[in-house]
């Protein structure tokens, strides 16, 4: 079909708009058709509409009107306008909900009157972006003296039911719609779709008109400025993240452009099978235990009532978050929270509520925004991170298809990345998974961090059975085979990678029997001097300190048995249990139970820590530790109980690799 059966010439109201058809045609195939119409005599007493500056840069010139749904028909060039500024045509915004009447399109080309002034002008084109019967009318003044000044007066339309209240003063100047095509090589798969981001949402969500049937790539144009307003500085984001509901998704790709100078661009797009993102989605968003938590602030509290639990909703008057960290379990101290949600966080005086911990903080300030919380692997010191994933003790490979799941075309899973505005305030709203780049953005002239963002999966990529986290992602509770499997890159853009750890494996095991495996001097010699007594354990204590600095391959938590070298009796030995330990200040285990028996004589009592020293409750039983150098050791089992046994014991070398057992079960038939 020719252009002319497309696309309409109103000349009464100065309109070219798109009337029929789906065929969509170049901007120069539009401006040959105009003037091969306009060139003719009997329309020798027209204006021109529009004029061509090169083959793909055109102009709509002596205020020619085009709508935005016509231009879904054009492609391969850039169109601005030239006589709209000035009041040639006036943009309104309009609210006919209520006891109004929606505009129909028969209202196009009739006189719409501003009650309160009585100004008039000609409708030349309507929408509801905003909302079902909410939108913006475009109208061509009367008179030059029709300015649609007013900010809240009714309308009527001559001849119409269309009826309802302008919202804002009218606004008027030129509009620039630019053009964007992409290329490079993309899975060419039917149901891939490649969508835009402007100003801060995804546009013609679900109803884009592109792609062109026979390729996946795009040629359209956008439009960037509007009323003499650049849209978001008329910068947009091109995106392809193709997930099919059936798995076998791609590696994803975005490309962000300025739009400024209008005319023709290229927007590059490279996408691949993801060979490690393969699960159907609907297997995929069963994950949703895995937890996103975007650092959003800080607030100091006066009091707390102990400690909170990690990542627990958190609650206050009007608002709501998660919980990431806290530096006191009572008095004052500061509490850094996430996901804020319902305003800008806990304000002074208010109560802080944990959901499922019960614990109360009261605010002694209102929350000052941040976007780091420091974290640390085990045993080692906080870096800063701005998000963190909680993968509930899932392997790393579900994690990370998940996080392809909740960024994938479609995703409004809600995100709360920060911002670093010009001056350096720190800010934080919400963006769709879809729209989702990186965790934070630095908009000053000249960035103090700028975080790199990874294209083809947002919060990290995964190969080899490894994780590699974008800029300023921390994961955590992870299965725990995965627990090497992942390198981290920090918000500060420093690579960090977790400690060797290694575990300690006792196998076929009852419950009930008793499993013990010792540090050794040589052979079965247990080393029962590893740590001296520092002075100060006196009886009572609920903590040990030691002279020692504790290595790191020591248990996080454990038994710790104390020898008392002057007593000769049975009581010469204590186990007592422990909740941590720290080589901060003085090297010492904590949350001893039960507490000191007796006062610890200093530089001459001992203790030593069993990798394991406990009675089973399962077939297995293991301890994971730090691996800093090979330990000789001892493994022993004994169990008197149903079914007794001999005692079991062997010894070995936990290496870089660990170490594991299995138990050799022979029936005491003697013991009674």
């Known amino acids: ?28 195939e539009l401006y040959s058709y105009l003037m091969d119409t306009f060139d003719e005599l009997t329309q020798m007493d027209d204006t021109i509409p529009m004029s061509a500056q090169t083959p793909t840069e055109y102009t709509l010139i002596n205020a020619w009107f085009m709508d935005d749904v016509s231009f879904k028909y ?56 905003t ?61 891939q779709q490649i969508y835009i981001e402007q100003d801060g949402s995804r546009i013609f969500s679900g109803s884009e008109w592109w792609p062109e049937a026979g390729t996946r790539h795009i040629d359209v144009l956008i439009k960037v400025k509007e009323a003499g307003t650049e849209i978001n500085g008329a910068q947009i984001t091109v995106f392809l993240r193709h997930y099919p509901s059936g798995g076998n998704a791609d590696l994803y790709d975005h490309f962000g452009i300025d739009l400024t100078s209008g005319g023709r661009n290229a927007v590059p797009l490279a996408t691949s099978p993801d060979l490690n993102n393969t699960t159907a989605t609907a297997t995929v968003s069963g994950y949703s235990d895995i937890k996103i938590v975007f650092v959003n602030g800080t607030v100091t509290y006066s009091a707390i009532s102990g ?24 008095g004052s101290g500061t509490m850094t929270i996430g996901n804020v949600t319902g305003d800008a966080g806990p304000l002074n005086t208010e109560t802080i509520t944990g959901s499922s911990s019960g614990k109360t903080a ?46 994938r075309i479609g995703s409004t899973y809600t995100m709360y990345p920060t911002a670093t505005a010009q001056g350096g305030a720190i800010s934080f709203t919400t963006k769709q998974g879809q729209l989702y780049i990186r965790a934070h953005e630095d908009n000053q002239t000249t960035p103090t961090n700028t975080f790199s963002p990874v294209k083809a999966s947002p919060f990290g990529t995964f190969a080899g059975g490894k994780f590699f986290g974008a800029q300023g992602v921390w ?27 290694q575990s300690i494996t006792i196998s076929n095991l009852l419950s009930g029997d008793r499993v013990a495996v010792f540090r050794t001097t040589s052979g079965t010699t247990i080393n029962k001097a590893m740590f001296t007594s520092a002075s100060g354990n006196t009886s009572g204590n609920s903590a040990f300190t030691v002279n020692e600095t504790i290595p790191s391959d ?44 007796r006062t610890y004589t200093a530089t001459d009592d001992t203790a030593y820590v069993p990798y394991i020293d406990t009675e089973a409750d399962a077939t297995s039983e293991a301890v994971t530790v730090i691996y800093s150098t090979d330990r000789n050791i001892l ?6 109980a149903a079914t007794a046994i001999l005692p079991f014991e062997t010894t070995g070398t936990f290496s870089s690799t660990g170490y594991s057992t299995s138990a050799i079960r022979t029936t005491d038939t003697i013991v009674t």
């Not at 906080?382 to 392997?395: K, L, M």
Request: charged content about 15%; cysteine-free; proline content about 2%.
């Open 1 to 28: 079909m020719p252009i002319s059966s497309d696309f309409t010439i109103d000349y009464v109201n100065k309109r070219v708009y798109h009337s029929s058809g789906t065929t969509i045609y170049t901007v120069n």
């Open 74 to 129: 054009l492609k391969t060039g850039a169109v601005q306008t030239n006589g709209w500024t000035s009041g040639g045509i006036r943009i309104k915004p309009y609210d006919a909900t209520g006891a109004g009447t929606a505009f129909g399109s028969s209202d196009i080309g009739k006189v719409i009157t501003e009650t309160d002034t009585g100004q008039t002008g000609t409708i030349l084109f309507y929408d509801e972006r």
């Open 131 to 191: 909302a079902t019967e909410i939108g913006y009318v475009w109208i061509r003044p009367t008179s030059g003296s029709d300015t649609f000044a007013d900010v809240n007066s009714a309308y009527t339309v001559a001849s119409s039911s269309a009826s309802g209240v302008f919202t804002a003063a009218s606004a008027s100047g030129e509009n620039l719609w630019s053009n964007i095509y992409t290329l490079g090589s993309i899975e060419e798969d039917d149901s």
């Open 307 to 330: 400690d909170f639990t990690n990542l627990e909703t958190v609650t206050w008057t009007g608002g709501s978050g998660t919980f990431l960290k806290q530096t006191t379990s009572t």
């Open 362 to 407: 009261t605010a002694s300030a209102n929350m000052a925004n941040a976007y780091t919380v420091g974290k640390a692997f085990t045993q080692g010191t906080d870096n800063n991170y701005s998000v963190v994933i909680g993968s509930a003790t899932r392997v790393l490979s579900q994690v990370y298809e998940y996080l392809k799941y909740v960024t």
């Open 475 to 501: 994961i955590e509770n992870m299965a725990a085979a995965d627990v090497q499997n992942y390198q981290l890159i920090d918000s500060g853009g420093t690579t960090r990678t977790p400690p060797n750890q």
């Open 554 to 597: 020591t248990p996080s938590t454990g038994s710790i048995r104390i020898v008392d070298t002057s007593d000769t009796g049975s009581t010469r030995e204590t186990r007592y249990t422990y909740t941590g330990w720290t080589n901060s200040g003085s090297s010492q285990f904590t949350g001893l139970s039960p507490t000191l028996d």
């Open 635 to 640: 493994v022993r089992v004994r169990r008197k």
